[in-house]
């Protein structure tokens, strides 16, 4: 407990002189924490009740995220990213700006989806459907860090129509780790088709089903790139069509 007060005493004392030495010298601070036991264990939360996403060997140095500490455990960003809560008393506090510790890096632009610790999200996509342009709002749940549930609700406009899209599918993320995870998605639903002028033709009802995947490209900040490509089967008890979409948007996980 002792350690435990002095290193947190040492955060303080850390994040209190760092906004100071950026005043005086004009220049960011960084704060950078140095594993000092053989092993650290990284949470997605802080406390011993969240899972652990990264394991930090004695040396490697984090950088502290915001400066801020939850009571003895501190919010630093992993090397691909990611958001950690490590315990203060497995690292010792370093500040550096031009002199930074051996091996000190910042995360870089890419960063694995938030899966793992996500429960829902949200994506909007643009693109084409069957040539015509289209657009699509998409929020998931998320049951597990490979596979979601998502509901969507899409509008293509024709020369001479527009057509509604609205179902339900699943996703399954073949690679939830990595920055650039490719997937699958399958789903059904129906498609109402409004025409402009009701007496040229008439509205129609179809049933579909589609299938297809795409890529997730992951950014920090939880911004994610979604470029997804599927093929669209039209149907009624009479007859039926495939269509090809292509469409990406942004979107994110929480």
Do not use: C
Not at 66 to 72: L, M, V
Not at 187 to 197: F, K, S, V
Not at 210 to 232: P, Y
């Amino acid at each position: 407990m002792r350690r435990l007060s002095s290193t947190a005493f040492a955060l303080s004392l850390l994040v209190a002189t760092a906004p100071l030495h950026a005043a005086e010298d004009d220049e960011d601070v960084d704060a950078f924490a140095k594993v000092t036991a053989a092993e650290a264990e990284l949470r997605s939360g802080p406390g011993v009740s969240h899972r652990v996403i990264y394991v930090a060997s004695r040396g490697e140095t984090l950088l502290i995220e915001g400066r801020e500490s939850s009571g003895y455990w501190l919010k630093v960003i992993l090397p691909d990213g990611r958001i950690g809560y490590v315990l203060g008393d497995t690292v010792e506090p370093v500040a550096a700006g031009p002199d930074a510790p051996e091996g000190a890096a910042k995360p870089g632009f890419f960063a694995p989806p938030a899966l793992q610790t996500a429960r829902g999200g949200f994506a909007m996509m643009a693109g084409f459907f069957d040539r015509d342009g289209y657009v699509e709002i998409r929020p998931a749940l998320v049951l597990a860090p490979a596979i979601a549930i998502e509901p969507y609700a899409g509008l293509a406009l024709q020369h001479d129509a527009k057509r509604i899209l609205f179902g339900v599918g699943g996703t399954l993320v073949l690679m939830p780790d990595w920055p650039i995870a490719p997937f699958v998605h399958i789903g059904g639903g129906g498609m109402h088709e409004e025409p402009n002028d009701e007496f040229v033709r008439s509205a129609a009802d179809f049933y579909h089903a589609r299938a297809g995947g795409g890529f997730l490209i992951s950014l920090r900040w939880r911004i994610l790139l979604r470029a997804e490509a599927n093929n669209t089967i039209l149907f009624t008890e009479d007859s039926y069509s495939n269509v090809q979409t292509y469409y990406g948007g942004l979107g994110t996980y929480f």
